[in-house]
């Protein structure tokens, strides 16, 4: 399995500012998602972080406001941008196993937004 | 549109007893279907999936149980532990390979 690390493991932010997440695999992979879980929600897909092209965004996710980035395959950064409370999540990131039919899961970032 | 729903926010059973978690979906095209469990300040950890073909996926103490004519699917935990109280998501894979969560189910295991 891998190991995934986030930072900041949580944060407390102000209206209209932006937070950057970083993700961090130990080793190399092919795909690398973010989710983000809003309170008494599931986990929903944002996007997937691809290396060397652009994140392919689910419906009601763009770039202009969660824009990532994948420079290599074991790290990728979520930046939340223009922040407003309705943003306070928190924000996983996840990567395949060996088998696809397995995600694993960084311990996610906890973002309240004021 | 909720295509996993887990209908049950909250589960209470006796630890030694039998818990069971479901989970129902409305995509017949998904192709596995996994659970995962969340403890508090950590991310969801994978426990056990089962393939659109089969029936039953038996893992220790843990079995999923895949009915796909009613689309539904269900996580049996027998014996319960006190250590498997945390949140139980359900999530179906879709043909391409993205995962749709269900909002979770709280499991918790008294002594």
């Known amino acids: 399995s891998a190991v995934i690390s986030q930072k900041p493991s949580r944060d407390i932010c102000q209206r209209g500012t932006s937070l950057t997440i970083q993700c961090q695999v130990d080793?190399?992979?092919?795909?690398m998602f973010w989710y983000r879980q809003q309170p008494g929600q599931s986990l929903t897909l944002i996007a997937t972080?691809?290396?060397?092209?652009?994140?392919?965004?689910e419906s009601g996710f763009v770039i202009d406001k969660f824009p990532i980035s994948r420079p290599n395959l074991t790290f990728s950064t979520l930046t939340v941008s223009n922040m407003s409370p309705e943003d306070s999540s928190i924000y996983l990131c996840?990567?395949?196993?060996?088998?696809?039919?397995?995600?694993?899961f960084g311990p996610g970032t906890r973002l309240t937004v004021l | 549109d909720q295509q996993v729903k887990q209908n049950s926010p909250s589960l209470s059973v006796q630890e030694g007893r039998i818990s069971i978690l479901n989970c129902d979906y409305t995509?017949?095209?998904?192709?596995?279907f996994l659970w995962y469990k969340k403890y508090p300040a950590e991310g969801p950890t994978f426990l056990i999936s089962?393939?659109?073909?089969?029936d039953k996926n038996e893992d220790g103490r843990f079995t999923v149980f895949l009915n796909k004519s009613a689309k539904h699917l269900s996580l049996h935990i027998v014996p319960s532990q006190p250590g498997d109280s945390a949140v139980y998501f359900c999530?179906?894979?879709?043909?391409?390979?993205?995962?749709?969560f269900g909002q979770g189910t709280e499991l918790s295991v008294k002594p």
């Open positions: 999530a179906a894979e879709n043909q391409g390979g993205k995962l749709i």
């Open positions: 972080a691809n290396q060397g092209s652009e994140a392919t965004y």
């Open positions: 996840s990567t395949n196993g060996l088998a696809d039919t397995e995600q694993f």
């Open positions: 995509n017949s095209m998904f192709d596995y």
């Open positions: 089962i393939s659109s073909i089969k």
């Open positions: 080793s190399q992979v092919t795909m």
